[in-house]
């Protein structure tokens, strides 16, 4: 069917419309060819009639999109009442150009097929269809029977369709901005819903968040649900319709806490462009606490960036009588000590834990177990990490930690180190951040990057390992670094004592989507730190990121309770080493004695 018109006439309007529809089911879509190709071959619209209501818009064009035939996908959805479809042509005035459209399909759209009988413990018999559903499916508010039988008894303290409010969600007032309730589309063409989950209709009410100007990118709006009581092996379950359309959608993200003043754990996010449609997800919650749910919507990096949200629900979930605990912000940082067994040790000496033994504070994170129990390498940086386990093996941010309150919600939007695996990435994010770790080589692997989206050019992130006290003459550091990236700033590895810092490597630059080895040598050192610094390029197209960290011989000598044998050196501090290692440009004795032009 194509529309080719002569003529001039103003705001003329072509239509054409379907047979009248008696309902649809849960999973309705409709699908179809159009073509708009043209100098003037002005906008089109399908438009949704449903008797008493206003025409609900489900599918606009602009302006000539060329010479192809493109396809259309449209989420109808359960619509109970009878309804038309219409496709509206409109010329404002000149008209030039071809409007087409070809292979109308519906999909999905009858209800559930009659059963005798529901014999899976999982399923819920439907009272007047007689169909079968997944029990999931029970007070979801979403009418999957046709007969509204999985909607009955259902607590109206567990569902919000936000059709009359926020029900008893919240709106956080930690947060950047609020979530805004809604009919019909967004204000801004080419983003958002164009209609509500609940209604599939422009009368019905949403939630979304408004990317447009005042808002910046990464502001955040985070939605409090009321607090649940503990729920044991997972059965807790959240569903919500989410919808996430325009080419500067960021993320979505799900949390739960038990503690009212803090973030709390990340259970599901999602990032960038997901169609223009309503996209239902189901979680699965244990908590041996008291919990409360978060839903967090970040803003992108432009105006096309609004997401929505409707139609929440809670299925065997229990509301608790009373609010979470919080945590003191003002806490000084230390820590009450662990019991020490009975000792005799000086302040300048480390107590062993398990034996109450004492030995030099020197020999405590020297990469050298001296307690029959390792306490003197405990709180120390591990030899080997691979990060596997989210392990960061004693590496720590300083700057995070001297930031106040960076436990809580509204945390700064810093250029910082994380970890990360190519399981978590968002489409298109491997393109400048590592899809596969280098230890196990799989997009299950943990690996601690740099992540670039936050902060500005020049920035820098730095891990820290906690003081090293000494290290052996060949001690080094090998790891393994990803830096690919359009934009990718550079990484450098550094050595700290006290409050002067010396460059040790440094590697800027794109290296190619791949994992590269690197050596930095170190040798004998004491009371210092070894510093990974990552400097943001231009843009977020760049993540540096590492793995497989090692010390590589970096416990310092030994002295031994005999003499040198015929095949070693004296030093003169009365270590032994290898006459191999004389005059060799390494301090190998720790005072420079096997490099004397004396020898």
């Given amino acids: 069917m194509f529309i080719l018109k002569k003529g001039s006439s103003i705001s003329q309007v072509a239509r054409l419309r379907s047979p009248k529809f008696r309902q649809s089911g849960s999973n309705c879509t ?72 070809d292979d109308i399909i519906f999909e999905n759209c009858a209800l559930p097929s009659p059963a005798l009988s529901c014999e899976g413990p999982s399923d819920f018999w439907c009272r007047d269809t007689k169909a079968c559903i997944d029990s999931l499916l029970v007070c979801d508010l979403v009418d999957d029977c046709g007969d509204g039988s999985d909607e009955d008894n259902c607590n109206p303290d567990l569902q919000c369709n936000f059709e009359n409010g926020l029900c008893n969600w919240e709106q956080d007032v930690e947060d950047d901005f609020d979530w805004i309730r809604i009919q019909g589309p967004t204000p801004t063409v080419n983003t ?15 939630l979304y968040i408004e990317s447009s100007e005042p808002r910046e990118f990464q502001d955040k709006a985070v939605l409090l649900s009321p607090v649940f009581n503990p729920s044991i092996n997972r059965t807790c379950i ?59 919507g970040t803003v992108g990096d432009g105006f096309t960036g609004d997401i929505g949200l409707d139609d929440t629900s809670f299925l065997g979930c229990t509301l608790y009588n009373g609010n979470l605990p919080t945590i003191s912000t003002t806490t000084s940082g230390t820590s009450i000590p662990a019991t020490l067994p009975m000792n005799n040790c000086t302040e300048k000496e480390f107590i062993c834990r398990a034996s109450g033994h004492c030995i030099q504070m020197m020999q405590k994170c020297d990469f050298r177990p001296d307690c029959s129990d390792k306490s003197d390498e405990s709180a120390c940086v591990m030899e080997v990490c ?40 968002y489409p298109g994010q491997e393109k400048h951040c590592p899809l596969i770790d280098h230890t196990m080589c799989t997009k299950e692997g943990w690996y601690l990057f740099a992540d670039s989206s936050n902060g500005e050019f020049g920035h820098t992130a730095d891990i820290v390992t906690p003081v090293i006290s000494l290290t052996g003459p060949k ?13 990718i700033g550079s990484l450098e590895v550094l050595y700290k004592t006290g409050n002067r810092t010396s460059k040790l490597w440094t590697q800027s630059g794109s290296q190619g989507p791949h994992w590269n080895r690197a050596e930095v040598f170190l040798g004998i050192r004491s009371n210092f ?32 309770g005999r003499p040198c044998t015929s095949e070693e050196f004296t030093c003169a501090n009365k270590y032994c080493i290898p006459k191999d290692n004389l005059c060799d440009f390494v301090n190998d004795c720790a005072d420079n004695s096997d490099e004397s032009p004396a020898i």
């Fill in 529 to 560: 730190q070894v510093v990974f610094r990552a400097k943001r390029g231009v843009s977020y197209m760049g993540d540096v990121a590492v793995d497989d960290i090692t010390f590589e011989d970096c416990s310092p000598l030994l002295i031994p």
């Fill in 386 to 425: 691979d990060f596997e386990g989210r392990n960061q093996c004693g590496w720590y941010q300083p700057t995070l930690d001297q930031l106040p309150g960076t436990d809580s919600i509204h945390a700064t939007n810093i250029f910082k180190w994380e970890l990360g695996r190519g399981a978590n990435l």
């Fill in 238 to 296: 959240f569903r919500f319709h989410y919808h996430m359309f325009g080419k500067q959608v960021y993320k979505l993200s799900v949390f739960k806490r038990t503690v009212s003043n803090t973030k709390g754990w990340l259970l599901w996010y999602k990032f960038g462009n997901q169609g223009n449609r309503w996209i239902k997800q189901t979680l699965y919650i244990s908590s041996n606490k008291p919990f409360q749910i978060l839903v967090k």
């Fill in 192 to 206: 958002g819903p164009l209609k509500d989950h609940t209604r599939g209709t422009a009368s019905g009410y949403y």
């Fill in 30 to 101: 409709f699908s179809f060819w159009y073509y708009n190709y043209g100098e003037s071959v002005g906008a089109a619209e399908m438009q949704l009639l449903v008797d008493g209501l206003k025409p609900t818009v489900l599918w606009r064009t602009y302006y000539s999109e060329g010479n192809q035939w493109l396809k259309a996908v449209i989420q109808l959805g359960r619509l109970p009442h009878p309804f038309q479809l219409s496709l509206d042509k409109i010329s404002l005035g000149f008209y030039d150009g071809v409007s087409a459209i």
């Fill in 475 to 487: 001690c080094r550091i090998i790891f393994w670094n990803h830096m690919d990236g359009s934009t």
